[in-house]
């Protein structure tokens, strides 16, 4: 029989725990604690931003009403400062709004998704595909913090709405005068000009 040591540890119920049961519950604690900070970790990485913002989600129409500046631009160079990346553009075709031969556009910098890069850099074919003409689709990207960003290749050509450039539709691919896209803001603007 066992006899009580004084320095022999119980439990709450007044029962002896060996050295080995201590040992197992100190692990199970560990794992128990790792699992739950996994957990939140992973819950905060891939946690959406809760609800995208007016900006984000203002259908096209609007958008091209109420923009005062609409330019076809190419990306000419790219600054990373701060955390922030700053690409100038050379204008190309004044859509709407004053004259300018240059412009700067800046967004947070952003480690995305290589699985989802596709996004970024998609014209959606002319902006022919059908899932572009929704509401809220376009090659600008929400952040977990709400925040909008797009991604700028040097050499590429966009149409910029600088007023409205946290719209998902507020900075496109535009490398060919044919895009959809590009004919169908110039016809709204021209329209409502006449």
Not at 71 to 89: D, G
Not at 104 to 114: A, G, L, P, R, V
Not at 130 to 152: H, M, P, Y
Request: proline fraction near 1%.
């Amino acid at each position: 029989m066992y006899k009580y040591n004084s320095e022999t540890p119980r439990n709450r119920h007044g029962r002896n725990i060996s050295k080995v049961d201590m040992i197992l519950n100190r692990i199970k604690s560990y794992a128990v604690i790792i699992v739950l900070s996994t957990c939140f970790m992973m819950t905060k990485e891939t946690e959406a931003c809760a609800a995208a913002t007016d900006e984000y989600m203002l259908n096209h129409e609007k958008m091209i009403q109420r923009s005062a500046d609409i330019y076809l631009v190419k990306a000419v160079s790219k600054k990373r400062e701060n955390k922030i990346i700053t690409t100038t553009f050379d204008v190309l075709d004044v859509v709407k709004g004053r004259e300018r031969k240059q412009l700067t556009i800046s967004f947070q910098d952003f480690e995305y998704n290589k699985q989802s890069s596709h996004r970024f850099m998609t014209d959606f074919s002319l902006h022919k595909d059908e899932k572009f003409w929704k509401d809220g689709v376009g090659r600008s990207q929400i952040l977990t913090n709400c925040e909008t960003v797009a991604s700028f290749r040097l050499g590429y050509g966009y149409l910029l709405f600088p007023k409205f450039k946290s719209n998902a539709k507020g900075a496109e691919i535009i490398n060919d005068t044919s895009d959809t896209w590009y004919q169908f803001v110039k016809e709204r603007v021209e329209a409502n000009v006449k």
